[in-house]
């Protein structure tokens, strides 16, 4: 397996491109499914998450096509027939995301069998949001050996689906199945995540009725049939914010591009708290940091517009070389803290209690050998070695590889002293 190695103390000054938001992509991966015709996604990122998905997608009977078009890469999905409805555990397993394909699956065959995806390192992460919005929508939900069966033969009907919770995948999975249901579907407690108003705007470019996302309410008015589209992926919000976290912990000058500061705002103002400075522009954000100290700040993860989880270990990073302590409530997932004991072995002096975690600034921190079990913690590490004196070895990077397109080269070309040590093979799960 591969590994990352860094030599702290190097700041960082240039400029870093934004690529396409992975958790924005694969649900329109996914949405390719309910149409046809050619679903064609600009700014695409190429990941393994998004390569994962690409190889379900072909086993369920669609083309997929990746290329590089004018403005960066591109992948074209075609699915004239769906030639299996099933999307098998081994497939699933490896990436929760997999499951989104059910809802367009049942909406366009009016069956579907597909594995649960079970839990994972960061919590219990159940799916029963997902199964009431299929079943709320008409289809007869079968649980057995660890699958989903879901029947709706006569097509799926709109209905109002109030969700108890704010669930991201949830309110996708809703917008991915209803768009072809027969009348109107209303989605109350929405998820508001930027990512709401990339899928319900690429559905729409589809030929989808779609609107209110990015707010609590959405209203769907069910069409017949979706046909092709091209549609561009929004920016990644959490590469923006890992790389802005990343110059601020690093100290230096970094332009971030091609993407929106507007959405990692609760990030933006907790760095502007602790001191570093923060420049919005109209393709980005430039971050500054000369040498003051950071000073600690309290942070409590929540749904958008508030401070991402998928953003809180990098925040931790940061946190370990402030004056003071800083206080890290973790509020969306139950088991979020796996890199506070890998930060530790750095040096960082970080102790948690349950949802909460304390961090006492220290004054430097040591390379170390480190290994996490998420992306985000992962690069959460690669942050913290960035500081560090000395050498950090991340291990197990294929965490990274789900997630950051071309981690090293893009700090590796703002003078970060990063390089990868080729291992074999690959593996893992959400
Ligand atoms: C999405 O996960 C993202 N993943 C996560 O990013 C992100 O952390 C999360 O949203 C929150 O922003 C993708 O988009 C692929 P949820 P998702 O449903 O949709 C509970 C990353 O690193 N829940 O909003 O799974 C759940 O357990 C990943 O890129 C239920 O109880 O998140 C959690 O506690 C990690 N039942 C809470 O809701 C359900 O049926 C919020 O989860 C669904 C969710």
Do not use: W
């Not at 522009?281 to 003051?292: E, I, M, P, S």
């Not at 004196?389 to 703002?414: I, P, Q, S, W």
């Amino acid at each position: 397996m591969d590994r990352i190695a860094i030599t702290g103390g190097a700041r960082l000054q240039g400029e870093i491109p934004i690529s396409g938001a992975k958790n924005s992509a694969i649900k329109l991966m996914a949405a390719s499914l309910l149409t046809e015709d050619t679903l064609r996604l600009t700014n695409m990122p190429r990941l393994a998450d998004t390569r994962f998905l690409g190889k379900l997608l072909q086993r369920l009977g669609t083309e997929v096509v990746e290329s590089e078009g004018e403005d960066g890469p591109e992948t074209l999905l075609r699915t004239r027939e769906i030639v299996s409805a099933i999307a098998p555990y081994d497939l699933v397993r490896q990436m929760r995301a997999s499951f989104n394909v059910l809802g367009p699956l049942v909406a366009r065959t009016g069956q579907a069998k597909v594995s649960l995806p079970g839990g994972c390192t960061i919590g219990a992460r159940p799916v029963d949001l997902h199964l009431k919005v299929l079943e709320t929508l008409g289809a007869r939900i079968d649980l057995h050996e660890g699958y989903v069966y879901a029947q709706a033969p006569r097509g799926l009907s709109g209905a109002h689906i109030d969700f108890p919770f704010v669930s991201v995948g949830a309110t996708e999975h809703a917008m991915l199945a209803a768009v072809l249901a027969d009348g109107e579907t209303t989605i109350t407690n929405a998820a508001c995540e930027p990512e709401m108003i990339d899928l319900a705007n690429c559905l729409n470019a589809m030929g989808a009725k779609v609107s209110g996302a990015g707010t609590s309410a959405i209203r769907i008015q069910g069409v017949g049939r979706l046909h092709g589209a091209t549609y561009a992926v929004m920016p990644d919000r959490i590469e923006t914010g890992t790389y802005a976290v990343a110059a601020a912990m690093a100290g230096g000058e970094v332009r971030l591009t091609r993407t929106r500061s507007d959405f990692i705002q609760a990030l933006i103002d907790k760095m502007v708290e602790a001191g570093v400075e923060v420049t919005p522009h109209n393709d980005g954000l430039t971050v500054r940091r000369n040498g003051a100290l950071l000073k600690a700040v309290e942070v409590e993860t929540g749904v958008y517009p508030g401070f991402a989880t998928d953003l809180q270990a990098q925040f931790m990073a940061l946190m370990t070389l402030a004056d003071g302590e800083s206080v890290i409530k973790e509020n969306i997932f139950e088991n979020r803290f796996m890199h506070a004991p890998e930060l530790s072995r750095l040096g960082a002096d970080i102790s948690v209690q349950g949802g909460e975690a304390r961090v006492r600034g220290v004054a430097s921190l040591e390379g170390a050998q480190v290994m996490a079990t998420d992306l985000r913690a992962s690069v959460s590490l690669v942050i913290a070695g960035l500081a560090a004196h000395g050498e950090t070895m991340v291990n197990r990077v294929y965490h990274l590889d789900r997630g950051f397109e071309r981690l090293e080269e893009k700090l590796g070309a703002c003078g970060a002293n990063i390089r990868r040590i080729k291992g074999d093979g690959e593996g893992g799960e959400d």
